[in-house]
Structure formats: C-alpha cells, structure tokens
C-alpha cells in the first residue's frame, strides 16, 4: 500500500522543467524499500530526521502526519507546549544514497492543537514567498540557481574551554604542507589563491566530487558542472541547474547532506562554513535569479543595460536598498563577516555591474538569449537557511519592483583601483554580525508582506542569534589576542 501511494503521488509530479523527476526507477527501488526517513529544517537551517518502517506510511500518516518533540529543536518551541506534527511532502520523494533500504521524504510542521502550519517552519515560509510573488501578479515563477561553495579537509580538531581555545585544520593539498615529510608528498598542492582550476593531480578531489555529482543526480538533481574553487585545501563547486525556489531549497539541503556524507565515506570532512582558512577566499554561495510570467522572462530586456529589463533593476534596487538587513539572514554568522571584508573577491561593496565580481549583484553576460538573463546575488553564504534566504531575498526584490525602487547607475569599474572619494560614495554590507542583525531589526516591513515572514519568526530570529551565537563569541578571548596583547 506505501508504494502504490509513493508511485502515484510521483505520477503527478510536475514535468521535469518544474520539478526535478529523480532519475532512479522508483517502482523497481521501492519493492526494496523497507524505510522512510522524514527530513526537516530547524530554524538555524540544518537538516532533523526520525525514521519510520514503510509500513507506516499510508494514506491516514500522510494526511494527520508525524508526531516529535518540538522542544528540542533550535527555534521551535518551549518544553510546555512541545508536541509537533510533520507532514510529509510525497513530492520530495528520493532514494537516500547513504541509509540501507530507505526512501527519504521532506516535510513541513504543522501544530496539531490549532492544525494550522508552524510560523517557525523554514520550508513553510518559502511556499508563502512563493504564493505571495503569484498573488501580487508580478510573477509566477521565480528561478533560483545557487554556487554553494564548500572545501573538503583531510582532518578538523577544535576546543574552547575557559582556559584554551584553538582549531586546526589540515588537507594534503594545503599549501602549507608542500615541506611537509610525508610518503606521499608529490608537491602538487595548490598556492595561496591559484586553486582556480588546475587540472589533477594538483587538484585532487576530481573523482570524489564526480561521486557526489552522480549521488546528486540519482536523486533527481540536475547538474550543470563541478570545480575546484580559489583557495587551497580542497576548495571546491558544484553547480546545479536552476529550479523554482521551493524545490531549489530542497536541493541545496540535499547537496549539503550528499557532499559531507561521501567525503566522509572517504575520510574526509566537507565544511560550508564561510570563512575556515585564514589569508584565502572563503565559501560564499553567489545567487542566481530571475523572474518569469507566462513562460516570458521578466529580467530579459534587448535594449536594456547588459539587456535587462526595467523589472530586473528595480528588483536589483530593492536588494540593494535592504541589503544590511538582509545579511542577518543570508549571511547569518558572526564567521561570515571574516569573509565579506575587502579584497578576495569579497563582494562587500552595494552596487551591481555586469562581469565585475567585486559588486554584491552582478550580471552575467555569457549569454545573450533572453532565457538566460538573470542577476547574481553574491553576497550570500552557504551557512544560511536557505528557505529563508531565497525568501528574503525574493521579498526584497518583490519590494524593489512595486516601489520602483532604483538602483542607481551601474559600476563597471574596477572597485579596487577607486580614489578614496569615489569609495566614500559606495555603500558596504555591514562588517559584523551585530550590525547586520541590527539592521533587520530595523527594517523588516517588506518580509512581513503576505505574512510570508511573521513578527513572532523575525523576533526569535534576532535573539537566537544575538543570545546563542553573538555574545559567546563575544564573550570569549580570541587566539590572536595573546599575540597582541599579552605582554601590555
């Protein structure tokens, strides 16, 4: 009964444009399957689970859900009133490359005294910013294409006891290992910055990422390339085709689950995390977007600057205008900001351009067919919940285009050789986490648009991160401090 509900719910999957159809053959896998695993996101935006035997999944489950204890996930609710339901999306159905006989389900959270969807649920404020950009008749389709970075280490140790505190990290292809006495030291390592893209053996995570790639796919995500990236130590890119932003938030969960999990089938660790090298790029997970209508691409334009349509620049205005407070959503750690500082290509400064990487929006120009035409985000990072970030984004951007919000004249000059009047008049994102998540408290009007985000989710945003990530890294002495100030 559980594969016959499973097989006809894909059945009625959108076609492949819509929704990614999973490459495996689910009738024949499913006569296999004795497992369901049920996949959530907390509200910091890492993936939850609890298992379930296949037998219990069938019409009345699917319908009223699964019972777990909201008290003991991060930002959802107190020990007093507990009780949670998920609700299983059967559309979200993939086969887990990693746990024996088990199919994998998303879902949302629904409490089950007043039945109604839980606020808090990240997935569920993306399917509101997806309804209100439909309801607002500016679009019905708004494309995500997110450049998750990441690296993959040979070894992490870390510690913070009142009396210590350290990390070390090491990869075998760390430049900071080409003296190193080891059997294996071939020399192949990548400089400080040049890991863009040799060929193997310097780059040694070919095969690992093209394992990653056909996990991917058999999970029914579309893969347009894979890289290395900048850095040394195992800096790597993996680019999947754009979907809508629902489904696309879907996917990025599953890249992150597939990418650490077959690194540590290797041995390996894989980390998203913006900034865990000092002195080379960090992680930054560059957005790309665009908004459609009737099968027409809204952001297309063929006499519009690098061909983009005045819907496009106000939506670019209203990223632009909202940035600061944006960032405490899309860039949501106080580890971000040791990225988004000037230089290694950090895009800092609030301005757009076509090809210029050191501008928060850019636009590619590789293409000239109007299906291509989008903007890339790039301030954000892969640390971020992504249904929230896709959501804040895309309220943002809806709140560009119905204030016509402006953008400004573009800069297609390089920004690093300004005079220092010139860089006067150029806006930054914020430098800290503080300022960032002081910024979202003092404007979060258009997130509360179409209840797509709710004053009670924004609030306990803001003291989650201030209380739990904020003041203990404030609260603790910083390894570089005894260098400076020991001996004063």
Not at 202 to 227: F, P, T, W, Y
Request: glycine share 6%; charged share 25%.
């Amino acid at each position: 009964m559980s594969s016959e509900i499973i097989l006809e719910a894909i059945k009625q999957m959108p076609k492949k444009n819509e929704i990614q159809d999973t490459l495996f053959d689910f009738k024949k896998n499913l006569e296999k399957i004795n497992m369901a695993d049920l996949k959530f996101t907390d509200m910091p935006g890492m993936w939850q689970h609890f298992s379930v035997p296949i037998s219990q999944v069938d019409e009345n489950s699917l319908k009223n859900g699964f019972g777990f204890d909201g008290s003991s996930i991060r930002g959802f609710k107190d020990i007093h009133e507990s009780d949670m339901l998920l609700i299983a999306d059967i559309k979200s159905a993939f086969i887990d490359p990693f746990s024996d006989a088990t199919i994998s389900l998303i879902g949302n959270v629904k409490d089950p005294e007043t039945d109604e969807w839980f606020t808090r649920d990240p997935r569920y404020v993306a399917q509101k910013a997806e309804s209100y950009m439909r309801t607002s008749g500016i679009a019905d389709k708004a494309y995500f294409g997110p450049e998750a970075e990441f690296f993959i280490f040979d070894s992490i140790r870390y510690e913070q006891k009142e009396n210590l505190g350290y990390y070390y990290i090491d990869s075998k292809e760390g430049s900071w290992n080409t003296g190193k006495d080891e059997a294996t030291n071939t020399g192949y390592k990548p400089r400080f910055k040049e890991g863009y893209f040799p060929v193997p053996p310097s780059d040694s995570l070919q095969n690992i990422r093209n394992e990653i790639v056909l996990a991917m796919e058999k999970c029914g995500i579309n893969v347009e390339c894979h890289h290395h990236e900048v850095s040394t130590a195992g800096q790597c890119e993996i680019d999947m085709m754009y979907a809508p932003l629902v489904r696309m938030a879907d996917q990025l969960m599953m890249y992150k689950y597939i990418v650490r999990n077959i690194a540590l089938k290797y041995g390996k660790t894989a980390t998203f995390m913006p900034k865990p090298l000092f002195n080379d790029n960090g992680s930054g997970m560059h957005v790309h977007q665009s908004l459609w209508k009737d099968g027409k691409n809204l952001f297309y334009d063929k006499d519009g600057y690098a061909l983009l349509s005045e819907t496009a620049l106000h939506y670019i205005g209203g990223l632009l205008h909202h940035a600061p407070a944006l960032c405490g959503i899309i860039a949501p750690t106080t580890n971000s900001y040791k990225r988004l500082v000037p230089g290694f290509e950090a895009p800092v400064n609030l301005v757009y351009s076509k090809r210029n990487r050191s501008a928060a929006v850019r636009i590619p120009i590789y293409s000239k067919s109007d299906k291509s035409k989008r903007i890339e985000f790039r301030t954000p990072d892969p640390a971020c919940n992504v249904y929230l970030a896709f959501s804040a984004i895309l309220m943002a951007g809806i709140d560009g285009i119905k204030r016509k919000i402006e953008p400004g004249a573009p800069l297609d000059k390089d920004i690093y050789n300004l005079s220092k009047e010139e860089l006067k008049k150029i806006k930054s994102v914020p430098a800290s986490l503080p300022e960032a998540i002081d910024s979202l408290e003092n404007d979060h009007d258009f997130l509360l648009q179409g209840d797509v985000f709710t004053k009670d989710l924004i609030e306990t945003w803001i003291e989650y991160k201030r209380k739990k990530e904020i003041d203990p890294v404030r609260l603790r002495p910083h390894p570089w401090e005894y260098h400076l100030y020991y001996d004063v």
